[in-house]
């Protein structure tokens, strides 16, 4: 053990031996770190103790009101990474920064609070700096909302609702309504009809269904039947040995030769003034484009069915383009 409170005063023999033998042991106390079971009795700031005592090597600090633990005499702990470890000497247990002096920025609490920290951002990452920026922040929907035979829909936003499809079904959203199973009706009002076709039945004088614009080769009145000759043009359908099928019936506007009309190729016409067995089929008349329910029996005349009257009033026009010669 050596120490020495390194103060040569004229206490101790100056001259000589003496003089050399208070120095030698300053120089002892030095090499030694101040060895000792006990303190050193004039500490100085900075000052090393080596602790024989505890076997604790330590050290004054700045304020000289204190001696602070830096290591364990006699052992040197070599520290990997991964290793627990403190700085008594390497026994193994965890560092606990409470022994260390705070030298940075920060003090033993602050990194108290931030090692128990389990919220918040304390570093101000940013989405970009961890890889995030080109990541849409979109809510997924829950795997829960999808059923079998089904689609999500949502009549709140961010709210999605399970919309079950039955067989045969179309789905769409009418104008101010939600998204929802459509009827034939609903279908015709979302998309829209055709300009050519019309599903109604007609009211009087009117023909629906699916209509063509012809170019008359003759002057047509209402509800006269007509075929399309060399010309290119629309004429009657005259019943003899030189027939063209009928496929075409006027609707219920004259239309003049060589001027352009709206002919019916299926569908249905009304006209109060036919009367007409339901149930019964339509032929072509003897002249003219005239329908006739008689069934034509004179020699060189021509059977065709055109239709069939659905009541007095109204044909299911759908001529059939076979037909019979009669001789």
């Known amino acids: 053990m050596s120490q020495h409170d390194f103060d040569i005063t004229s206490a101790d023999t100056n001259t000589g031996s003496g003089f050399r033998a208070a120095v030698n042991a300053a120089l002892q106390a030095l090499a030694s770190n101040s060895d000792g079971t006990t303190e050193p009795t004039t500490p100085y700031a900075n000052q090393f103790w080596a602790d024989e005592d505890a076997g604790l090597f330590k050290m004054r600090n700045a304020g000289n009101t204190a001696w602070v633990t830096v290591g364990t005499l006699g052992a040197i702990k070599a520290v990997t990474n991964g290793d627990e470890h403190d700085h008594f000497g390497g026994d193994g247990a965890l560092i606990d920064h409470a022994n260390l ?15 128990t920290l389990t919220s918040g951002n304390p570093h101000s990452v940013t989405k970009t700096e961890v890889g995030l920026g080109n990541v849409l922040n979109t809510e997924q929907v829950s795997k829960s909302d999808y059923t079998a035979n089904s689609i999500l829909g949502a009549t709140v936003s961010a709210t ?5 499809i039955t067989e045969q079904t179309i789905i769409g959203r009418k104008t101010g309504g939600s998204i929802a199973a459509l009827s034939g009706d609903d279908v015709y009002s979302v998309i829209g ?13 009117s023909i629906t269904g699916i ?4 170019t008359a080769g003759e002057t047509f009145s209402p509800y006269r039947l007509g075929c399309i000759q060399s010309d290119g043009k629309i004429w009657y359908a005259e019943n003899n040995i030189t027939y063209t099928p009928a496929l075409y019936l006027c609707g219920a506007t004259t239309i003049t030769a060589d001027a352009s009309g709206t002919f019916l190729k299926f569908g249905l016409a009304k006209n109060s003034s036919w009367d007409l067995t339901p149930g019964s089929p339509v032929y072509v008349g003897d002249s003219d484009g005239l329908i006739t329910q008689t069934v034509p029996s004179a020699s060189n005349k021509v059977v065709q069915i055109v239709g069939f009257a659905l009541d007095s009033t109204i044909i299911d026009f759908s001529p059939i383009f076979s037909y019979i010669l009669l001789t």
């Open 101 to 115: 002096i705070s030298i940075g920025y920060h003090t033993h609490s602050q990194i108290d609070a931030h090692i």
């Open 160 to 164: 999605p609702i399970t919309i079950t």
């Open 193 to 205: 009809e055709p300009d050519n076709v019309e599903s109604a039945t007609p009211t009087e004088p």
């Open 211 to 214: 209509k063509v614009e012809l």
